[in-house]
């Protein structure tokens, strides 16, 4: 399984991005979703979690209320909507899933090569 991000970009405090992450080599049925981000000289942080059947979805307070994750199983792919954007978002972005039949993202061992956020007036 091979995960793809995109729709990163520069955008003004306020601004909006989609991020999207499909997968290849395989579907994302049996796979729990996490958004995660990782800003210079810090440490990651996973920012969305959703699970399989997309009835569980947790955030990080740091990003609830302005993010929105979901996903399309059926088109392979996640989405994470990026609202209110705060230059403290400014981070590259990654898409990873857990192990089969595992329901939380913090053992993620899939990866995708992240997508660069940038929040700047």
């Known amino acids: 399984l091979l995960l793809d991000e995109s729709g990163g970009g520069s955008v003004q405090p306020g601004g909006s991005l989609r991020l999207s992450c499909v997968a290849s080599g395989g579907g994302l049925d049996y796979y729990s979703i996490g958004w995660f981000r990782q800003a210079p000289g810090k440490e990651r942080e996973e920012i969305s979690c959703?699970?399989?059947?997309?009835?569980?979805?947790t955030y990080a307070e740091s990003v609830k209320g302005r993010f929105t994750v979901s996903r399309d199983n059926a088109k392979k792919t996640a989405y994470l909507q990026m609202d209110n954007l705060k230059p403290e978002d400014t981070a590259t972005y990654y898409c990873?899933?857990?192990?089969?039949?595992?329901?939380?993202?913090?053992?993620?061992?899939?990866w995708g090569l992240g997508t660069q956020v940038t929040v700047s007036s």
């Open positions: 959703i699970t399989r059947n997309g009835r569980t979805i």
């Open positions: 990873a899933v857990s192990p089969a039949g595992w329901d939380e993202c913090k053992y993620a061992d899939v």
